[in-house]
């Protein structure tokens, strides 16, 4: 009975201890939540596929480039050789047989597009990664009306061109 009284005695203790334990006050902290945005950029390029060429004249054409970048970030835009020719000079490609074409900064056709930055690129400033903030890009292209080209064989000629975007 002793044994039971005890028992009973120090189950109350611990329970008035528990009891004004849970009384005190709770400790508090602060948890600090950082977060980086980093430069981003995303590019896509529709085709540019110029009307036929008939050797009679000069034909121009022109295709989009999007370019979505973090909002903020500075980014410039090259276009390299294409597959079978130069910047200087490139060429459309049917088998052996070639047709000259350049592509350019603007409408004018005054800067050949190229690879050298502050020269023969185009920049812009990223407006956000969203669809809706994208930046379009012009490209426009001539397939000059030349000796060379005036004697090309008929065919479907093509060329792919790298777009770097730098940022």
Known sequence: MLKNALQLAMAG?????AGSASAASPATTTLNVTANVASNCLVTAAPLAFTDYDASTTVDGSADLSVRCSN???YTIKLGDGA???IAQRLLKSG?????????????RGTIWGDTAGVNTVGGIGQGMSLA???THTVYGT????AANQDAPVGLYTDSV???VEY
């Open 13 to 17: 203790i611990l329970a008035i201890a």
């Open 143 to 146: 397939i000059a009306n030349s």
């Open 162 to 164: 790298a777009v770097t």
């Open 84 to 86: 079978n020719g130069n």
């Open 72 to 74: 903020g970030t500075p």
């Open 96 to 108: 052996t047989n070639v047709l000259e074409y350049n592509l350019f900064t603007n409408a004018a």
């Open 133 to 135: 903030k994208a930046n």
